[in-house]
């Protein structure tokens, strides 16, 4: 048996997928590591692979890639300067390790056997994730005879908010497939994905996360079908007649009693004007958080309290205005690319209308980010990464120009 082929890549990269949601925020970027000294191995073992790896890197122009490059080489530099080399160590640690997964998948496991599978199997590890956070409900409410506490039982994120973002994320594609029913099995498949995100969305209480569902079904009506109209009114009820979700609304963007959002922003920008232009390292906001808040009221969100509330902020005080314009710059590119993935003729119906989907989830992720700043989760840089190598793997094999 050959200890060192693609078979054996395909099924690392598919383990990666499916448990990395499930081990702690910590080890999450080891994975991507893991797999990618693997790859290294194989390119070094297949003299064919390498040589047809290095002809594909050689060709690439695609927008969306350099830039994800670049935004890691300004995250890199940021060592140099940071306030905290440690953190930013770790920080540039999550982006490298994801890109590196993100490469594997374009340029090696790219196969038609292999494609469908790696993204049956990213449904499958946001199930797991979903079934376990109801899990936790139903043994607090119905075993142990307790309140479920939304601020502690998070399935296996860090805090609710990061859990709802994560769930937005494969909810509209798998939406998407649904309604598109290729066979009944699969359509199955992708009503348990969209049922147990749903559920473990709206038991998160995240308010902005709501929003999202919201909002991306509204662009669904727009981009796919009138259809997803009809689910925003009994969703719309839900919000209205649960109190948890009427009452926090009408705080949206209260911090505490005197301190808003806007004025945290405003606050903590000219507090650290100096560091405008090139920030102070990649994943250090945390300290400039506390810095700037130390003496005053404390937030109403005691467990987000290193949280920028705002993801250009977060980035912009990291790594500056450069930092912030490549990353600008990246999500236009993310979403182009997309876009051209879903118009091109050589995609399947099946992965263009999944990846429909995906264009929804990235617009209401970068939406909700510029009020939020959870899109910097390592989970959920994953979660991207993993379903833009998948479409970069498909869009590479078939010839489909992306911009």
């Known amino acids: 048996m050959e200890f060192i082929s693609r078979n054996i890549l395909f099924r690392i990269t598919m383990l990666v997928i499916i448990v990395f949601p499930l081990v702690p925020e910590a080890i999450t970027p080891y994975l991507g590591l893991f797999a990618g000294a693997y790859f290294v191995l194989y390119l070094i073992r297949d003299k064919e692979a390498f040589r047809r790896f ?50 594997l998948i374009k340029y090696e496991i790219n196969r038609s056997i292999y494609i469908l599978p790696l993204l049956r199997a990213y449904f499958l590890s946001n199930i797991l994730v979903a079934v376990y956070h109801i899990g936790q409900i139903l043994y607090s409410e119905v075993v142990q005879g307790v309140p479920f506490d939304a601020l502690t039982q998070v399935s296996v994120m860090s805090n609710a908010p990061t859990l709802a973002y994560f ?11 649904y309604i598109l029913k290729e ?6 498949f992708y009503m348990v994905v969209v049922t147990t995100a749903l559920i473990s969305i709206f038991m ?63 606050g903590i920008i000219l507090d650290n004007k100096k560091y405008i232009f090139f920030g102070r390292g990649i994943n250090t906001f945390s300290k400039t958080f506390h810095a700037y808040m130390e003496g005053k009221m404390p937030l109403l969100n005691l467990e987000l309290v290193n949280h920028a509330y705002n993801a250009p902020l977060e980035i ?17 590119n993310m979403i182009r690319a ?15 209308v999944a990846y429909v989907g995906v264009m929804v989830s990235m617009i209401v992720l970068l939406l909700l980010n510029l009020i939020d700043s959870y899109i910097m989760d390592p989970k959920i840089v994953y979660s991207v990464a993993i379903l833009l190598g998948i479409m970069n793997g498909d869009a590479k094999f078939k010839g489909i120009n992306l911009v």
Not at 234 to 253: D, E, K, M, N
Not at 340 to 350: G, L, P, Q, V
């Open 54 to 103: 290095k002809r594909s890197v050689r060709n690439f122009k695609h927008a969306f890639s350099t830039s994800t490059y670049v935004f890691i080489l300004v995250a890199f530099i940021s060592l140099f300067y940071s306030m905290d080399s440690a953190m930013s160590f770790k920080g540039v640690l999550i982006y490298f390790s994801a890109f590196v997964f993100f490469v």
């Open 316 to 332: 912009l005080m990291e790594l500056g205005i450069i930092g912030l314009i490549v990353a600008v710059v990246l999500s236009i």
């Open 183 to 188: 066979n009944a099995r699969d359509s199955r």
């Open 167 to 177: 769930l937005l994320i494969p909810l509209f594609p798998a939406l998407t497939l």
């Open 204 to 266: 998160t209480g995240s308010r902005i996360a709501i929003i999202g569902v919201f909002l991306g079904l509204a662009l669904l009506s727009l981009l796919y079908s009138f259809k997803f109209l009809i689910a925003l009114i009994p969703t719309g009820l839900f919000l209205i007649l649960i109190p948890i979700f009427s009452r926090r609304h009408s705080a949206y963007f209260i911090l505490n009693k005197d301190f808003g959002r806007m004025t945290f922003w405003k």
């Open 338 to 352: 997309i876009a051209a993935y879903t118009r091109s003729k050589k995609a399947t119906s099946f992965f263009r």
